[in-house]
């Protein structure tokens, strides 16, 4: 079950939140902020510190999960440095197909709206829609 996604900016702003379960303690708005500031910082650290980087790689791959004793978090970095964070059960072991519909969900519904200025918080019900029917897929 996936509880909670985060989008996180080239930055480090969180862009988008959104709860999908009542299982879980939901952040208020300024500790969902924190979150996505120190996640963005760790895996940041994490990507420049990592042995596995293969000389040459055109792009760093930071924290790709994390694991807890009650959920664990997942996290699919965008070429252009966006971050989809999914936070889900022990059970979900991998959640990269997930991640990357909602990243084609974000470009369909959020970047071809004309409306919609680069690295500001995301406000679209069509996009609200179809990640909640993607998530409940899947």
Do not use: W
Not at 7 to 29: M, T
Not at 34 to 54: E, W, Y
């Amino acid at each position: 079950m996936i509880h909670a996604i985060y989008i996180i900016n080239r930055s480090g702003g969180l862009i988008y939140s959104r709860d999908f379960s009542g299982q879980v303690a939901q952040l208020s708005s300024n500790e969902a902020l924190i979150f996505a500031g120190t996640f963005h910082g760790i895996h940041a650290l994490a990507a420049r510190v990592s042995p596995a980087l293969k000389p040459g790689a055109t792009r760093d791959l930071g924290i790709q999960s994390i694991d807890t004793k009650s959920f664990r978090v997942h996290c699919y970095q965008t070429p252009t440095g966006i971050k989809f964070i999914a936070v889900t059960d022990l059970l979900r072991t991998s959640l990269a197909d997930v991640l990357a519909r909602t990243y084609r969900l974000y470009c369909d519904y959020v970047l071809k709206n004309p409306f919609y200025s680069l690295e500001m918080p995301i406000r679209s019900d069509m996009f609200d829609a179809t990640l909640a029917q993607a998530v409940k897929a899947g």
